[in-house]
């Protein structure tokens, strides 16, 4: 009986070469499904990028056809880091900002004392009013140029930051027609300007009916960019209304940044005309890119173009 039960010992134990072979069997599978878990790890971000972009130029689109404005968005790369030494691919990342057309300056900003103001726009019934500069440091607000000239430059170069406050201007003060306030006109024609200065004005503006309008004041100690004093009357100006930003190591295009400013991808912006029955994108498409490690630093893949036919309701 004792021999018998081990020999069925003996049976039931694995030999060396059995337990070698499965632990092979196993490694292999292991390796497969952590490639295949890559696999649809990355193929699931691709089409992630790929649908948020997508989602965020339907609302410009539908933005334009609904509210029947020129709306925009503009595409920007950046590098995390400025080391140039860092090689690591998911240090770069692509940015989009849909915008739409809100008005545009009817008052030259020299000649308010750098007040950007569109005459025609209810600021002080969305914004906080203000009389001072208490609100000088304040988190601001990006007011876009929305020029065809501007977007090359960069999104600093294209925008100003303002306080988060519209402050008051003395509309009765300034000459449409001359282009000037009556002070400097009167200065450069050696008159006095006592007599035509508005008598009577309450000390409080808010008060004051149309004698005021109201403007965005730029943010102090915003830096570079677009000054309040570059811009011109009937420049068309745009408000935010969505953004994107894309998983680390995606880009837009195929040009990787050169540093950590928001550098304009290619292409640099996409175009709603609401003079369209359905707003279509111009240029047609956009091509998003995932940075991946090689010999020499990271190379931009393509992962897929976006076009004008997947921005339908009906899409997916």
Not at 225 to 232: H, M, P, R, V
């Amino acid at each position: 009986m004792v021999l018998t039960s081990g020999k069925r010992a003996g049976r039931a134990a694995f030999t060396l070469v059995e337990l070698l072979v499965v632990i092979g069997l196993m490694a292999v599978l292991a390796t497969i499904s952590v490639t295949g878990y890559s696999a649809a790890s990355r193929g699931m971000s691709d089409r992630g990028a790929i649908q948020n972009t997508v989602s965020t130029l339907r609302i410009a689109r539908q933005t334009c056809q609904i509210e029947r404005v020129p709306t925009k968005v503009l595409f920007f790369n950046q590098r995390l880091t400025e080391d140039a030494s860092e090689d690591d691919a998911t240090l770069y990342q692509g940015t989009m900002i849909a915008i739409k057309q809100a008005g545009r300056i009817t008052i030259p900003p020299k000649a308010t004392g750098g007040l950007l103001i569109d005459e025609f726009a209810d600021w002080h019934q969305s914004y906080p009013m203000s009389n001072s500069d208490r609100d000088s440091s304040a988190p601001g607000m990006r007011i876009f140029r929305m020029r065809s000239d501007d977007e090359s430059k960069g999104i600093e170069d294209c925008s100003t930051m303002v306080q988060p406050c519209v402050f008051h201007f003395e509309l009765n003060d300034y000459m449409i027609q001359a282009g000037m306030t009556i002070n400097s006109w009167c200065d450069a024609h050696n008159r006095t300007a006592k007599r035509n200065r508005p008598q009577g004005a309450p000390n409080s503006y808010v008060g004051n009916g149309n004698n005021y309008v109201w403007g965005f004041k730029e943010r102090t100690g915003a830096g570079g960019g677009l000054g309040a004093a570059s811009w011109e009357v009937g420049d068309p100006y745009g408000v935010e209304i969505a953004r994107l930003d894309l998983p680390k190591g995606y880009i837009f295009g195929t040009n990787p940044p050169r540093d950590e400013k928001l550098n304009s991808a290619t292409p640099k912006e996409v175009f709603f005309d609401p003079d369209e029955l359905s707003p279509s994108m111009s240029p047609g498409s956009v091509q998003i890119s995932l940075m991946r490690p090689s010999q020499g630093g990271p190379k931009p893949h393509p992962v897929g173009t976006i076009s004008s036919s997947m921005l339908k309701d009906t899409n997916n």
